[in-house]
């Protein structure tokens, strides 16, 4: 089952211009981390974000986290062509430890940005 | 540092079959996690091992196992292969350390065809 659903599903804009992508997720978390993923390759880690934490940045990335929304969202800036990816949210609810060893993902949003 | 690496890339098999995917963590990471990702379903957690032993399963059948070997490799099996076992799936590794969660790192993924 989804723990996270990103929003929209599909987003199309022109290089140099903003990206955002909301996540929302029914139970409390640890963490929440966003991945992207080219085209039917393997995830790659953008950024992790704890429960205590609000707003966190790299890089072009801005990630913010509303736990009491149980929402968060990912801005990248100024996109470029290479950003044309999916984007994943995925909620670490836990388990002893508090270690990460099941992700709980949503299904996506697709980036593409238009040269 | 090598990333993840999983073999084969790509494999066809029928119907009935079983078959045996492999993950190779990167090095000093003990925690290796399986997904399987389908258009309709997303990514799913099917399972992950730490130290040899398997911490968590996500809601597969008893089809799908798996195994984490000293060296922290680790294998996945699916016997009696159905149609709708065709998937990319894929293998994270993660260090699995302190409270807070960890990045987890994935391979390129297995694709899995079944006729």
């Known amino acids: 089952s989804q723990q996270g659903e990103e929003d929209p599903q599909a987003l199309s804009i022109q290089e140099g211009e903003n990206a955002t992508m909301n996540c929302s997720y029914k139970?409390?978390?640890?963490?929440l981390q966003w991945y992207r993923q080219n085209s039917g390759r393997g995830l790659v880690h953008l950024i992790l974000i704890r429960s205590n934490e609000r707003e966190k940045h790299s890089g072009r990335l801005r990630v913010t986290l509303d736990t009491s929304k149980k929402s968060s969202s990912l801005l990248i800036t100024a996109s470029r062509a290479a950003d044309t990816a999916s984007y994943f949210c995925?909620?670490?609810?836990?388990?002893?430890?508090?270690?990460?060893?099941?992700?709980?993902f949503g299904k996506g949003t697709l980036l593409t940005v238009n040269p | 540092k090598a990333g993840v690496t999983q073999t084969p890339r790509y494999l066809i098999k029928t119907r009935g079959q079983q078959v045996t995917l492999s993950c190779s963590p990167i090095s000093g990471h003990r925690s290796v996690s399986w997904y399987q990702q389908t258009p309709g379903q997303g990514l799913q957690f099917l399972f992950e091992y730490f130290s040899e032993t398997q911490r968590n399963k996500g809601n597969f059948p008893g089809r799908f196992s798996g195994r984490q070997f000293s060296n922290s490799r680790s294998e996945m099996n699916v016997s009696t292969l159905e149609l709708g076992d065709s998937a990319l799936y894929l293998c994270?590794?993660?260090?699995?350390?302190?409270?807070?969660?960890?990045?987890?790192?994935f391979g390129p993924g297995t694709r899995l065809t079944v006729l």
């Open positions: 994270a590794s993660s260090f699995s350390g302190s409270y807070g969660g960890n990045e987890q790192f």
């Open positions: 995925a909620t670490d609810s836990g388990g002893s430890g508090g270690s990460n060893y099941k992700l709980t």
């Open positions: 139970t409390s978390i640890n963490n």
